[in-house]
């Protein structure tokens, strides 16, 4: 079944449809209007003058460096978890013989 998600960016309101498979669909649209609010927020005050597009590709950016880094992060947790088993093992191996 399809999940109707209403997001409201910059005054207006938007809805889509999310798919049956995408169970967080509320949980992302949530997030880019958070990244979209906090690069506002930040822009308060100062003299520049960005227009949606621009500050939807810097929510967008921004979104994707954290999930890199994530990423990154899992990666490096991966191989750190790996060495450890591979030295806990001979370790065992060596006190089994």
Do not use: P
Request: hydrophobic residues 40%.
């Amino acid at each position: 079944m399809e999940e109707i998600i209403t997001i409201k960016l910059f005054g207006q309101s938007y809805t889509f449809k999310a798919e049956q498979e995408v169970s967080n669909a509320g949980e992302v649209a949530d997030l880019l209007v958070l990244e979209v609010d906090r690069i506002k927020k930040q822009l308060e005050g100062q003299s520049t003058n960005m227009d949606k597009l621009t500050i939807l590709t810097l929510a967008a950016l921004n979104i994707t460096n954290g999930y890199l880094e994530l990423k990154r992060e899992h990666s490096d947790l991966l191989q750190e978890i790996s060495r450890r088993s591979s030295s806990l093992i001979k370790s065992l191996e060596v006190v089994v013989k």
